[in-house]
């Protein structure tokens, strides 16, 4: 290696550097904290054990320091809360703040203003429930529509057993089509830029995201300035995909606003988001700004990234989940065929409800999917007492330990980790319920709104895929889950699909 004389005083100011991190952070904990798991590097910490090996690491920290425990990581105390202590997290929803805990590591807002701001949020979830969930029923047969569209094209003829790559978006497509359909409605849903458009929104917003965040050893606050500052001179890696929602969508809204007029009362108003939005007081308007475009693509875009994403994600999850077991697929099979006669190939909410089996199955593979720590909250209040007398202070983070939720022993039996698939029909406990030891969705007040609709698209999906093919993994074995960190992913080897012979 070589070493010039500038390379001297480069490591002797890293090292001055370092030493004053050192010295400025050195974590501060306040009496009675939650067990604090000791450590051997200054600075570092545990930010190793967390980053590559954490389901190893955390579990034994549970073990020797119960639950809540606190770690110390890129540079910051975080507070981690198991199956005892994150329902008191998720219950005292004015001390969490999940946004607040959110805004360092994903910085949404840079790029959509409104991301975040607790008004916009309210109305995300009122737009979900009024406008999604309570209509689900009449949305059901679109739905199947667009998904048999999607399989069609993104699976399609498998006379041939067919590899396809998962890797690269996570069936993302497949989803982005219900999900357009029911957003932007009818007129444009077909339109294969928007489609792309929500399809890769959130896969090229996560390209910044990409980058480690080292610099949080200094500050968290540090690591989001410098990972948006491509942001703020002007590179927006989404801008592309608002362009385009926008140029599609403005003759839309302007031929609804004109139709509203001619017909008066006699307007048939199409059932989408779009329209509910434009029914209400606050997007109320006479014509089509730029102003008001921008306003609604954000708000959609807001959508977008909570639902397409993670369902996808889930949906390929739970594929890999099914091809791995071949002591499975019969009996499921048999279920979706014989709804599928029932039904004569038309679902409805009904059709989909007893789809019990399925339900069940796709349960199981959400406690699976291999997520260890994930949904920070930040304590706002000047502290937290937690049930057991331990305190916290103001601002601290605290984690999800989402697996020691998932894999409770006394929930799920002495071998939590092995996959039950019909836990959820025994106990009655369907995919989209919450329950203590089942945090997919969250709990309590703030569970995700859209749990219905993605329970709803997904067992749709697989139940369709299932009907039309077989499927295999390359290996003919349970593919492993990846995990970035902390949080799991679908695995990459692929998916197998073969026609079934009808
Ligand atoms: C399982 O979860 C319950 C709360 O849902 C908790 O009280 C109990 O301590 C947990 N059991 C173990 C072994 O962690
Ligand atoms: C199953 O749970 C649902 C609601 O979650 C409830 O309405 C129903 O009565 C339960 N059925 C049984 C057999 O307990």
Redesign the pocket.
């Known amino acids: 290696m070589y070493f010039s004389f500038e390379t001297i005083p480069a490591v002797v100011c890293v090292f001055i550097a370092t030493y004053i991190i050192y010295w400025i952070k050195k974590p501060r904990i306040s009496k009675n904290e939650p067990p604090m798991v000791p450590y051997k590097f200054p600075i570092i910490g545990h930010t190793l054990d967390y980053l590559f090996n954490a389901e190893n690491f955390l579990a034994e920290c549970?073990q020797k320091y119960g639950?809540p425990f606190n770690i110390y990581v890129f540079g910051q105390v975080i507070t981690l809360a198991?199956?005892?202590a994150a329902?008191e997290v998720y219950k005292h929803i004015d001390t969490f703040n999940l946004l607040s805990a959110t805004r360092d590591t994903f910085p949404l807002h840079r790029v959509l203003k409104s991301f975040g701001d607790p008004e916009t949020m309210e109305q995300v979830v009122k737009t979900i429930r009024e406008g999604i969930t309570a209509k689900l029923p009449l949305y059901t047969g679109r739905i199947q529509k667009k998904l048999m569209f999607s399989i069609n094209k993104e699976i399609g003829d498998c006379s041939n057993p067919k590899l396809i790559r998962t890797a690269n978006g996570d069936f993302s497509s497949l989803i982005a089509r219900p999900v357009a359909d029911v957003l932007v409605g009818q007129e444009i849903s077909n339109n294969e830029d928007v489609i792309k458009a929500f399809a890769n929104f959130i896969r090229d917003f996560t390209s910044i995201l990409a980058i480690p965040p080292i610099l949080s050893f200094i500050h968290p606050k540090v690591h989001t300035q410098v990972i948006t500052l491509p942001l703020r001179f002007g590179w927006n890696p989404i801008g592309k995909h608002v362009i385009t929602l926008k140029k599609y969508l403005k003759p839309v809204l302007e031929k609804r606003l004109r139709d509203k007029e001619i017909f008066g009362d006699k307007y048939e108003p199409p059932l989408d988001i779009i329209e509910y939005l434009l029914n209400k007081p606050e997007y109320e308007t006479k014509v089509i700004t730029d102003d008001y475009l921008n306003n609604i693509c954000e708000f959609l875009f807001i959508f977008i990234v909570t639902s397409i994403h993670t369902t996808s994600r889930h949906l390929t999850s739970a594929l890999y989940d099914f091809a791995g077991r071949p002591e499975l697929w019969d009996d499921i099979y048999e279920e979706q065929v014989r709804i599928d006669k029932e039904c004569n190939g038309e679902l409805s909410p009904q059709h989909i409800d007893k789809m019990v089996k399925l339900d069940s199955f796709v349960r199981e593979s959400f406690r699976n999917f291999g997520t260890v720590v994930a949904v920070p909250h930040r304590c706002l209040d000047e502290s937290y007492t937690f049930k057991n007398g331990k305190t916290i202070p103001k601002g601290r983070i605290v984690q999800t330990y989402l697996m020691?939720?998932h894999y409770?022993?006394?929930?799920y039996g002495p071998e939590p980790k092995s996959f039950l698939p019909y836990h959820g029909l025994k106990n009655n406990f369907s995919a989209s319920k919450t329950d203590?030891?089942y945090f997919t969705f969250g709990s309590g007040k703030r569970a995700c709104p859209g749990r219905f609709f993605a329970v709803h698209e997904i067992k749709m999906g697989m139940h369709k895929i299932i009907l039309n093919y077989h499927i295999k993994t390359p290996s003919g074995k349970i593919e492993k889950k990846i995990r970035y960190g902390t949080i799991g992913m679908p695995p990459v080897a692929g998916l197998i699909f073969e026609n079934r012979k009808k």
Do not use: L, P, Q, V
């Open positions: 549970r639950d198991g199956s005892e329902h020691d939720i409770n022993t006394t929930a203590k030891n």
